[in-house]
């Protein structure tokens, strides 16, 4: 009976374990290459960028390129990133929502994105659409899925969606006005709050799916990523969290699920669990939002007065 019992424990930990386990996370980071800002250039950017993931022994990331910002000096610093091991996506060229330009005018603008990023090294055919905006309505979805499958891309899906940005154009904000930053605080608050989306997002995976899925975290090649992704990566480690490459993550079965539904917009586990019944306010985090940003930022003391 003893043996029996330990045979069914020794099973179902089995079983439950990859689903208790899973907590993978890739980074990708959107609209490569920035411009410089008042905190750095883009070119210091580009290499402290690469050596903060080189240092945190990132294996891979996809960089999903704005086209319309490459010229021959910008250029330069895509052919680092794949100098460096990582990979490059299309972004689309002008950066337009897929829900105002439409189905004929969308799929044109990747192309023309396309026709640029094809010659560079580590280029991948994944296509992420700019403010996560599949198409003004299920009809439109449909048909810009089967035109960039017919161009040749994969869907560059994330699961993570967040404000990194957001708190990203506050710091460089803050130097523009010559405003002292507190950097403790910020990283505090940048490794704090996307830790929570994650969690958050995880959590409904856990819901919808009943499993935690490979991940695909949504970040910008901006300051605030070049500051503290290292921070943030050692963060989600501590908490068990291993750290993947974006095509590992498309491996996930989600990545065959494209649910048949309007709401794409916070990313394609929220799709999928709207696709289920859970209502669009309960799929997004309360910090994807620029005055609850503004808010906790002003209360976490990241702005020191002179
Ligand atoms: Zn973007």
């Known amino acids: 009976m003893k043996e029996l019992s330990r045979l069914v424990v020794c099973t179902l930990s089995l079983l439950i374990a990859p689903i208790l386990a899973a907590r993978e996370i890739a980074l990708t980071f959107d609209d490569a290459p920035t411009p410089d800002s008042a905190l750095m250039t883009g070119q210091e950017r580009t290499k402290r960028l690469i050596d903060a993931l080189v240092a945190a022994k990132v294996p891979d990331t996809l960089f999903f390129v704005k086209a319309d910002y490459i010229n021959s000096d910008t250029q330069k610093r895509l052919e680092h990133y794949a100098a460096a091991g990582f990979h490059l996506a299309n972004h689309s060229y002008s950066h337009k929502s ?23 090294k580590n280029f991948l055919p994944y296509h992420r659409f700019p403010y996560l905006h599949y198409g003004k309505d299920v009809a439109a979805i449909t048909s810009l899925q089967q035109s960039l499958t017919e161009l040749g891309y994969k869907d560059g899906y994330v699961t993570i969606d967040n404000f ?26 940048y490794v704090e709050m996307l830790y929570e989306s994650i969690e958050f997002y995880d959590e409904i995976a856990k819901k919808s799916l ?5 991940h695909v975290m949504l970040l910008h090649e901006n300051d605030a990523a070049v500051l503290f992704v290292g921070d943030l990566i050692a963060h989600l480690r501590s908490k068990g969290w291993k750290i993947i490459s974006p095509q590992q993550a498309y491996q996930d079965p989600i990545a065959r699920n494209f649910p048949n539904v309007a709401f794409h917009k916070q990313g394609r586990v929220a799709a999928i669990a709207n696709s289920k019944g859970i209502p669009e306010s309960e799929l997004r985090h309360a910090s994807e939002n620029t005055e609850y940003i503004d808010k906790a930022f002003a209360k976490a003391g990241v702005y020191v007065d002179l």
């Open 98 to 120: 897929a829900s105002e330009l439409g189905t004929l005018d969308y799929p044109s603008d990747v192309y023309k994105a396309h026709l640029l990023l094809k010659p560079l």
């Open 164 to 189: 990194d940005w957001y708190i990203s154009s506050l710091l460089t904000k803050a130097a523009e006005e010559k405003k002292t930053i507190n950097y403790d605080r910020a990283r505090k608050f």
């Open 210 to 214: 009943g499993r935690s899925p490979q």
